[in-house]
């Protein structure tokens, strides 16, 4: 038998045992962690790390390292993950929409991994998340620091859901504020712009089959339909002939979307959890109508093959109708936000806006947000400022008493 290399523990060391076999020592750390918690171990065997000397330093240094971090309240199960780890992690973990998925790649793959995707998940502090984002202020809006700030939320959740972390470093961050000059991107489109893109599609897009020539006019419907209820695109997507309406009722019920569950994309509850009832008007009925008989499908507004529509490919219809109608852009969510901004000028109903919009308390503020002002309405303030700013002068300063 292979003679016994023992680590010959000269000096009483705390949390640590000595065990031996035919082949090798282990020097054991085992460090409690609270009542009710799992304790923290390691082994360490001479057979890796070359000489009991060698082994017992990694095994001092580990123990150190360990204390260290849950004396300060960080680090709970040291680790050689890194922060790409964790991300791609909770990406498998987490059930996302496609399009949340996609933007959270996008903004780790740019603005985090080429830095700090290759550092252990244990050695980025607070700091470094602050330093990361204030490199960003003079190119990114506040939007987009404020996409990457969640995305580092994510990867320092799924380090405490691993027990590796005690507490979110990201408690200590300071949002900073964007320092790039930004203009809103105008989400307001005319009914004017609407009826363009409609023509366009039904007489003017030269379609090169029979399939093409039925998404085209399928999308029509889907634009009608958006615009008259204020839908979301998603949400449009999973109308079903079946359980979505009812022409007795005369009732609209938005109770599922075409997204993205744990099993891929498919039919899911809609977002923000706004199932309602809207009702249905005579336009409303003449369009569903119209789709029932164009349409085969339980979901009446898929593709000729049957598929979902998706608004990647919606949107390439889209711009193609939209260069063709000399506009600069157009979009299936320019409608609903066409719809906000109708109802809150022409009502002033900020509660029935809510409603049909499909926002909840938490997301009121939307239906306010979605509403835009157009330019003439702009134009028309303005000249209202002037003209009040000229009849005051023309009637000279008033005398006080």
């Known amino acids: 038998p292979l003679p016994r290399r023992q680590l010959h523990l000269m000096r ?3 949390y640590m045992q000595e065990r031996t076999d035919a082949k090798t020592t282990t020097c054991v750390v085992r460090i409690p962690t609270g009542e009710g918690r ?3 171990a390691k082994n360490f ?5 070359g000489t009991p000397a060698q082994t017992l330093n990694k095994a001092c240094e580990w123990r150190d390292s360990v204390l260290s971090g849950l004396k300060q309240g960080a680090v709970l199960h040291p680790t ?9 992690e909770y990406m498998r973990l987490y059930v996302n929409r496609e399009g949340t998925r996609r933007l959270g790649k996008f903004y780790f793959n740019k603005f985090i991994k080429p830095e700090y995707g290759g550092k252990k998940i244990t050695d980025v502090t607070s700091k470094d998340v602050m330093v990361n984002l204030n490199s960003l202020v003079y190119s990114q809006s506040d939007n987009a620091l404020g996409k990457i700030k969640g995305v580092w939320d994510k990867i320092f959740k799924n ?3 691993d027990h590796i972390i005690m507490y979110n470093p990201m408690e200590e961050v300071v949002m900073p504020k964007s320092q790039k000059a930004t203009f809103k991107r105008d989400q307001y489109v005319t009914n004017e712009d609407v009826e363009k893109v409609i023509h366009y599609l039904q007489y003017e897009m030269t379609p090169h089959t029979e399939e093409d020539r039925f998404d085209e006019l399928i999308l029509v419907l889907i634009i009608k339909f958006i615009r008259a209820t204020g839908v979301r695109p998603s949400e449009c997507f999973a109308i079903s002939r079946k359980t979505s309406y009812s022409f007795k009722d005369r009732k609209i019920y938005i109770d599922k979307c075409y997204g993205t569950d744990n099993e891929g994309d498919g039919i899911v509850k809609p977002k923000a959890n706004s199932i309602r009832e809207l009702p249905m008007t005579d336009e409303i009925e003449d369009i569903l109508r119209q789709a029932e008989e164009m349409s085969g499908h339980e979901y009446i507004f898929q593709t000729w093959s049957g598929h979902f529509q998706t608004s990647q490919c919606v949107g390439a219809i889209l711009r193609k109708a939209a260069i063709g109608c000399g506009l600069k852009g157009f979009h299936l969510y320019s409608l609903r936000h066409m719809m906000a901004t109708d109802l809150i000028k022409e009502t002033g109903d900020i509660r029935g806006t809510m409603e049909i919009m499909g926002h909840t308390g938490q997301t009121a503020a939307q239906s306010l947000d979605y509403a835009r002002s157009n330019p003439q309405t702009l134009a028309e303030l303005l000249k209202k400022t002037h003209d ?3 009849e005051s002068e023309e009637k000279g300063p008033t005398m006080r008493s």
Request: no cysteine.
């Open 38 to 40: 799992k304790a923290l």
């Open 159 to 161: 380090a405490r859901i």
């Open 388 to 390: 009040l700013r000229t």
């Open 80 to 88: 050689e993950d890194t922060v790409t780890d964790m991300f791609e």
């Open 45 to 49: 065997r001479t057979a890796e790390y």
């Open 12 to 14: 009483k060391e705390r």
